[in-house]
């Protein structure tokens, strides 16, 4: 399947674009709106997959034309950009894409980080407000430490939790989830169950700053 | 240590009981409005601890004279009754006692649980709000299915998180709740953290019932 990562050359981004690359046969283009970087930002993760004798490449292009190749299209922007950048890839969109929303709002005070509703609900239902007609939007791979994503060394044995209100989407974003080696994907219903998934984010946060020892956290429900 | 569990006739409220008195060397006391009530369930959770062998008792007692005559006081009552509780032994507890907040505030909807987070900020705010000069206020064992800590043969192996504005009381109930078998306390900083502590909590509902073979759940940071 074709998978865009919009914001593919941050962070997050990165980490899902080497993960899939590595461990499934989708075809993935990192999006940016910047096509020069997001072209640099994918013969970066092309070198890193070769360098680690995987026969793998990860594409580069403009957000718009990212999206348009693609039946997988992942939010992996700020959350203050999610609306805007459905926007702005709106009519490269079909009936039957799907949106994946992996962002979080969080705000941080001297005593940590804290989740920032939006007047929304969530940032996952910011996505779904925005996106066109037929487009289905699920929310994913929010609880994922980014650079534990990236190192292709680390194990994950972690678990991811998809929210969606159609169950077709959701079914097809939780087997591109479980294709990442280590990587479960739960069902945890629908959109309205949002908030206390991307406010899980902040948690990680506040847990791996108190606690030596403790990075690039992950979560597992056992 | 002494231990009063007010509200230790419920579900949470008799989990813990028979853990830390199985695992533990401290006294417990379940305390409940109702003294004789409070007083049979003791009896009940002495009556499973020795058919399993286990030199172990708990007590039972009207919630005041539960508190007064211990350190740690868990408020094992409903989120509405956090604050009531608190005022109703107040005069029980001296400076140096610490009160242990597990509850978390819930609604539901046809999509699930979510966190319905109080005004004051959570339930662990609401605790400590009522509390005597000189009486730090911990939350713990927010996180924590019941049935399963109830069920002395059920494996742990999970996490409980710990918040609190006051380092000492916050590592002593860190020590008291590393004392349960396969039980691991992680500090999560001060009291602005509990919210999202305490949205874990219908997160783990709505990840069992959208799980076949998942149920009574607890999580793992790693």
Known sequence: MKIAILGGTGDIGQG??????????????????????????????????????????????????AAAAARIVVLAVPPYHVGDTVEAVADALVAGDVLVSPATGMKRDEEGFHYHRPGAGSVTKIAANAAPEGVDVVGAFHNLAAARLANLDAELGIDTLVIGDDEDAKTTVIDVAEGIEGLRALDVGGIANAPEIEGLTPLLINVASNNEGLHDLGIEFT
């Open 16 to 65: 899902l674009a080497l993960r899939l690359a590595a461990d499934t046969a989708h075809e993935i283009t990192v999006g940016s709106r910047d096509a020069e970087k997001a072209e640099t930002k994918a013969e970066e993760y092309t070198t890193e997959l070769e360098s680690r004798g995987l026969d793998a490449a990860v594409a580069g292009a403009e957000n718009e034309d």
